[in-house]
């Protein structure tokens, strides 16, 4: 799946398909995904509210470490320890 397949989901209402996909994945696969996903967290009020719920330490995580995915896999393991 892609990150534009996804927010296809979001926009169709298929939520609950959306956030299983995502979340079965590993940590790289799902980094990497919500990576493709970045653009389109803001397109919507029902996308942004998804990605809030569902995916805010993985996003907060990309954005700090400027899109570099080892380094935000790094930081979301830090950061899931803490929390």
Known sequence: MTG??????????????????LKR????ARMKLLQECI?????TTGSLKF???????EIGALMISEQD???AVSIYRTAKLYK
């Open 4 to 21: 534009t397949e996804i927010e296809t989901l979001l926009r169709y209402g298929a939520i609950d398909k959306a956030r299983k996909h």
């Open 25 to 28: 994945l590993a940590i790289p």
């Open 39 to 43: 653009p389109t967290v803001n397109a």
């Open 51 to 57: 990605f809030k719920d569902n995916f805010s330490v």
């Open 69 to 71: 995915l080892d380094k």
